[in-house]
């Protein structure tokens, strides 16, 4: 039997060293097909920095200096001043409806009408009750002169003079009683023609013709609500609370500007009328009234409404779009067009916002131009194009370079 030699080291150490060189031609041979393609190879002859020096289109807008309303923005319902459940003061059957549903009236226009027959019949009685009571009183104080007369002849004793004159101050009384019977009976009477209390706009009927009707009933005959004018209730966040005190004990009127629910059609222009003097713990909110005179009726009782209260104005500010405004590491920034087309991060420090404008406090002057779209692709030193403007032209109301830090 023979037995295998065993190979040297160096024999082992030559084969490794194949299998190595092997892997790295396959390798090498692998990347020259990849750079060959042609796809490949055109995105190679490309200069490396090509993408990142192509100018960005971005859209430009100048800072300016001007006046900027400060508006406190709120949720708010539409409160009527007064709302009224008609109720009837008598019983009886309703006889007559006067008026239609949801139909505008005036303090004092006849709504419905009970039948008035009993109590014209209690009329009738408390003044005849008063007619009889009269006669005795008149025939008692009759009855008195003659007695005065005979006792200062002294043909009747003091006692019966006395007497007479008690009965005629009874009689007096009675009379009054039956004068106040006789009101009452008229009061009662006229609680047939219900009125309206107030100017408004009615509801839905809540009873029909030919019903009886109770002092007792809970539901009422009809509700009027008063329209014009009318008041919103709305709740501020606690945080203005101090500012919303020093305009309003100012003695200043605060302008409110109601809106739909989407906020985008306004309804209403009125004035603070009334604060709260407590914030609710739950929610951090106060709440405020404000009234309108609501001449064309867009509001609405119990109407949701969105509320704009003009609390005061930021006088010469610097005003940019508020889309210029950018947040980062440093907090709000801008970008700034340069002269040379390219941009740099100016930190800014905002002020109040209104709509689509905010105000810049410090950071940015007048004249500055600063990018309002495209801002995404933008970094410190990006090179811009204007939309609507030819290559090489300067950016249009391009301003000094600020100094620049990087967001």
Do not use: C
Not at 241 to 255: E, F, I, N, Q
Request: proline share 6%.
């Amino acid at each position: 039997m023979i037995t295998p030699r065993p190979e040297t080291p160096w024999l082992l150490k030559w084969h490794w060293w194949l299998i190595v060189l092997s892997v790295i031609a396959a390798i090498g041979y692998g990347i020259w097909q990849f750079n060959n393609k042609p796809e490949n190879a055109a995105k190679a002859a490309l200069p490396k920095d090509s993408h990142e020096q192509r100018p960005v289109a971005v859209a430009i807008a100048t800072a300016s200096q001007g006046d900027l309303p400060i508006f406190l923005n709120g949720l708010g319902t539409v409160t009527p001043l007064r709302t009224v459940t008609v109720h009837s003061r008598v019983d009886g059957e309703l006889i007559r409806v006067a008026f239609k549903e949801s139909q505008l009236v005036r303090q004092g226009d006849l709504l419905v009408e009970i039948d008035p027959r009993a109590f014209q019949v209690q009329l009738h009685q408390a003044e005849g009750q008063l007619l009889h009571d009269e006669a005795l009183l008149k025939n008692a104080e009759i009855d008195l002169t003659r007695y005065q007369t005979l006792l200062r002849q002294d043909s009747i004793a003091a006692q019966q003079t006395v007497t007479q004159e008690a009965l005629v101050k009874q009689y007096r009384g009675t009379v009054e009683v039956d004068k106040a019977q006789v009101e009452n009976a008229k009061l009662q009477l006229s609680y047939t023609k219900i009125t309206a209390p107030v100017t408004g706009r009615l509801g839905l009927r809540l009873v029909d013709q030919g019903n009886l009707v109770h002092a007792t009933d809970s539901n009422g005959l009809v509700v009027i609500t008063q329209l014009q004018p009318i008041t919103v209730v709305f709740t501020l966040p606690e945080d203005v609370v101090p500012a919303v005190l020093r305009r309003w004990h100012s003695g200043a009127s605060l302008p409110i500007e109601a809106y739909d629910r989407t906020g985008s059609q306004k309804l209403a222009e009125g004035k603070l009328l009334a604060l709260d003097n407590v914030i609710d713990p739950t929610t951090g909110t106060f709440k405020l009234k404000a009234q309108f005179s609501n001449d064309d009726g867009l509001l609405f009782a119990n109407q949701f409404v969105n509320i704009k209260m003009h609390l005061d104005s930021l006088h010469n500010a610097t005003l940019v779009p508020t889309a210029a405004i950018q947040q980062g590491a440093i907090g709000s920034f801008v970008y700034v067009v340069k002269d040379d087309q390219t941009v740099t991060v100016q930190p800014v420090k905002i002020g109040p916002t209104n709509a689509d404008t905010t105000a810049v406090l410090d950071g940015l002057k007048p004249g500055h131009t600063v990018v309002v779209d495209g801002i995404d692709k933008l970094r410190e030193g990006s090179k811009v194009k204007v939309l609507g403007q030819s290559d090489g032209s300067p950016a249009a109301g391009a301003g000094p370079r600020p100094h620049n830090k990087q967001p």
